[in-house]
């Protein structure tokens, strides 16, 4: 049979966690705590007991009895005034349950030893006995043990001392036990009751904190979570750069900056040749890693602020903000250049690797990407069907003019690939330039 949760820590019959080492921790928060209490009740104890040689001088005036009593409170005043200044320089000595029970066991002999010093038959003794039961209840941080230990040695002492030297009447000596009965229970269920509710407080306390770092915890893996999956939506899983989806968000966004400033934006539309022999010969894994090279090799050349994306299969795609016909022709040259440099192994010698690449720009009045993306891959085609490896750059749409369906729409720059006739592959891109574009003017 399961049992019931209780509510509440387990605690044993002296108001302490039933765990030793949560206990142990509920000591060590409170060290300070306990160290100030006990260190102001044994300063407050002292200074009440000095103060009582005044009440000795005026019943026993200067004589021996005045004196003995005086030197036993000197030394109890001592006592708890060494005990509170070791505190204060090491407030774990409030732990310590050897100097506290001495430093009571010092401070109830001296209040006994008042009672064959003064002897009184009015019941004056019960009334600072009563004080002194309270005090150790509730004043001392102690375990409680300890506290029923003191009060039983000050209960005992008392009947002793008035057995002996200051003998009471029957029915007050009843009454003195029955108050000193009902202070001592009185003091262990009210310091039972504040044991028990610190403790039930500081379980609270460390479920909450538990809790709170638990949350903390969940909140930080769903942010990771969330960051990872925002980081799959816009990448694309193979080469690592922007999904299709994602460039054109991004695209998008250099779009409407290039109209609003009005600066030019360039698009390149990169494909890998002849990549479906590649992975025939090869195999899908080699093309893989090949579509990721050449990745890299587009990530190489452009800057921070360009925006590259994988279009899909073999292609890819690169927005270039601020770059006019020029500049893009020659960042795709030295793309071209850098793809058919590099010699991977994989591929072995009988394999070239090479990118054709088209290029568009941005014309005036155009608010959609469309148009420039779709001349970019016009020029792409161009530079396949002119034998590959090589830079085209697409002019202006020419004007509309009535049966523009007969009339070529499209008129490509010159094709600039290694074998041409061009001193270099840049160079003969530029001179397929439209006579109104600038040349480059970043690399
Ligand atoms: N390894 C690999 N291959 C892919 C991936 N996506 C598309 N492909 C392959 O890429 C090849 C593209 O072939 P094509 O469109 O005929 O183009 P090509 O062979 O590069 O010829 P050209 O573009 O004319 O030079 C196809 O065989 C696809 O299967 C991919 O993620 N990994």
Known sequence: MRAEPRDGPELNWQAEFRDSAMEALFQRTLTSYHACQLRVALFVIAGLFLAFAL?????????????????????????????????????????????????????????????????????????????????????????????????AYLLLGFLVAVRLWAPLQPGLLLTSLLLLGFVNLLGWMTISRIKRLKREQFALLLEERSANRRLKEEIREREELEARLRHMACTDGLTGIANRRHFFELAEQELRRARRDGTPLALCMVDVDLFKRLNDRHGHAVGDLVLSTVAGCCQAVLRDSDVLGRYGGEEFVIALPLADLGTAAAIAERLREKVSALRLPMLGDTTPLTVTVGISRLEEGESRLDPTLLRADRALYEGKARGRNCVVVASRPAPEIGDSEERPRWAYGKLTRADTNATTPAAAALAALPADEPAPGHS
């Open 55 to 151: 009440a000795d001088y005026t019943v026993l005036g200067a004589g021996q009895p005045f004196l003995t009593l005086l030197a036993m409170r000197l030394l109890v005043v001592l006592t708890c005034l060494l005990l509170g200044l070791a505190i204060w320089r090491r407030p774990a000595v409030a732990h310590w349950p050897l100097p506290i029970n001495l430093a009571c066991l010092l401070g109830i002999s001296g209040l006994l030893m008042t009672i064959p010093l003064r002897p009184a038959g009015d019941g004056i003794h019960i009334a600072s006995v009563v004080a002194a039961s309270m005090a150790l209840y509730l004043f001392i941080p102690n375990r409680i043990q300890w506290m029923l230990a003191a009060n």
